[in-house]
Structure formats: C-alpha cells, structure tokens
C-alpha cells in the first residue's frame, strides 16, 4: 500500500480484488473533496455499483440514489442520480485528467456534480478543463483496472466500502 501523507484527505476503497488509495486534492477542489468525505462518512458509498466501465475510458461510480447493489439497486436508473446534498459547482484547474485521476461525473451542467464521479483508465487529456478533478489513485489502480466493463456491465463490480484513511 501507498505511503499516506495526509490520512485527512485519504480515501480507502474497498474493491472486490483488494484497496485502492485515492489521495485528495482540497487546495484544487475543496468542495469536491469536502463531499467525498462526508458522502464517504455518512457510508453512502458502500455497495454502490460501478455503473459505467468503458474500457480505454474510465469506470464511473458513487449513484449512491439508484445503484446501491443492497437496496433498491436499479441497473435502469443507476447513473442518473446523486445524493441528497445539493449540487457543487465546478472548480476546474490545470491538473489533467491522467490515468488514475479522480473527475467529478456531472450533467451537460458544468455545475451539476453531486456524488458520481470516475476513474481514469488512461490519459483523458479532452477532458482537462471540462470536468473537475479532485483526486489521484495512489495504489490498488490494478484492482480499478479489473473492474467489470459494460454500460452497464451484466455484473458490475462495486465499492464494498469508501473510508476515510483518517478514520480507518
């Protein structure tokens, strides 16, 4: 496992085949990471599918609405809803979409992100500027990369569990 430097603005994801580690960036996007930590708090990201997973592309989660796999999980619905909080507005920068970068998934509304977001499989360099990026994958991006693929997958793979590293 990665070194933890900051375990405050550290995510621990619980994968199927072991931990990803996913250091956040709160001087870039403190609202972003703000909500992954209390979304993450709360528990709403446990068991919560991986509902897009485009191969080459990026596996795009945290419909903590509709695609919780133990309650009510609607592979129909996941990927349109979000979580009770309201919508964050955008905090754009120059850190690019690289492989293992965290982006905020959101409408054709810059400022309509909530709870979804995605993984980068790869350098996702067209998406620079349009999504936010608040998070890096530090470790475990093997276990991202054996994520089912599908839109969505016949058996998608999910968040067994989202800590904070502070917490854990």
Do not use: W
Request: hydrophobic share 40%; charged share 20%.
């Amino acid at each position: 496992m990665a070194e933890i430097k900051d375990p405050e603005n550290t995510i621990l994801m619980e994968l199927t085949g072991g931990t990803v580690t996913i250091a956040l960036l709160p001087d870039v996007a403190p609202a972003h990471t703000a909500r992954m930590k209390e979304l993450a708090r709360a528990g709403a990201y446990d068991n919560v599918a991986f509902h897009r997973v485009i191969d080459g592309f990026m596996a795009q989660t945290g419909d903590v609405q509709h695609a919780n796999m133990e309650q009510d999980y609607n592979p129909g619905r996941a990927g349109t809803g979000g979580s009770e909080l309201p919508d964050l507005p955008a905090e754009f920068s120059k850190i690019p979409h690289a492989r293992g970068s965290l982006g905020a998934a959101r409408s054709a509304n810059p400022n309509s992100a909530n709870s979804q977001f995605f993984i980068n499989f790869k350098d996702n360099d067209f998406l620079n500027g349009q999504y936010t990026v608040y998070g890096q994958v530090i470790s475990g991006m093997e276990h991202v990369d054996a994520i089912a693929k599908g839109e969505p997958p016949a058996n998608p793979d999910r968040m067994i569990s989202v800590k904070v590293a502070g917490d854990a």
